[in-house]
């Protein structure tokens, strides 16, 4: 199975800052149809998880554009600007490109 | 509006057997591939099974394959995670996941399971 590894586990931030969160997979996540499933999901406290960013860097519908996705191949980044109280919680990346789909640990955003 | 509805879930005991059920509407369901996730102490976010349009094709996590049986009603706009021989580590919330092409763009409000003697 396909190993994601987030950095870093805790993100302390400060309102109106940045915050960025990367994610290394263990294999290269490009399909053999080209395209690179890697999503970025967002699950708030009580909350299920909530997709933000697919195939690397589009954003869900309804997605603020403060979020942002970045990378290629096994490297990829998920950028939060302007930090609002709302975006508190833990951020997944996850691959959808090799089954099973997996997930990388977590990364928990709080305010400081 | 998309909605996915799950019930089901609650206490097993270990070796005994429980259904899941997830209920769609809001959008053409017999059109999408849907899922099952869950959520452990273990292990964190896991995928465990996923289904195609007409149910004819299915994926499963290893650790669960044999032992879960996922499956769906396009005519109930429904889809379910049959679990049978439950152990300790299948404990966590199960989450009912609509795919988009390769991507988990909805997810249910999540059922807790249980196992315990």
């Known amino acids: 199975d396909v190993v994601m590894t987030q950095t870093p586990l805790s993100s302390p931030v400060t309102l109106g800052q940045s915050a960025s969160i990367s994610c290394r997979s263990s294999?290269?996540?490009?399909?053999?149809?080209?395209?690179?499933?890697l999503s970025w999901l967002q699950q708030r406290p009580g909350q299920p998880p909530r997709l933000l960013i697919y195939k690397i860097s589009n954003r869900f519908s309804g997605v603020p554009d403060r979020f942002s996705g970045s990378g290629a191949g096994t490297d990829f980044t998920l950028k939060i600007s302007r930090v609002e109280a709302e975006d508190v919680g833990v951020y997944y990346c996850?691959?959808?490109?090799?089954?099973?789909?997996?997930f990388g640990q977590g990364t928990k955003v709080e305010i400081q | 509006e998309v909605q996915l509805v799950q019930s089901g879930g609650g206490l097993v005991q270990p070796g005994g057997s429980l259904r899941l059920s997830c209920e769609a509407s809001g959008f053409t369901f017999s059109t999408y591939y849907m899922g099952w996730a869950r959520q452990t102490p273990g292990k964190g976010l896991e995928w465990v099974a996923n289904?195609?349009?007409?149910?004819?094709?299915?994926h499963y996590l290893d650790s669960v394959r044999g032992r879960f049986t996922i499956s769906r009603d396009n005519a109930k706009k429904s889809v379910y995670l049959q679990i049978n021989n439950p152990r300790g580590d299948d404990t966590g919330v199960y989450y009912c996941?609509?795919?988009?092409?390769?991507?988990?763009?909805?997810w249910g409000q999540g059922t807790l399971v249980t196992v315990s003697s």
């Open positions: 289904i195609n349009q007409d149910g004819n094709e299915k």
């Open positions: 996941v609509k795919e988009g092409f390769r991507q988990a763009d909805y």
């Open positions: 294999q290269s996540l490009v399909h053999s149809d080209g395209n690179t499933y």
């Open positions: 996850m691959q959808d490109t090799h089954f099973p789909w997996t």
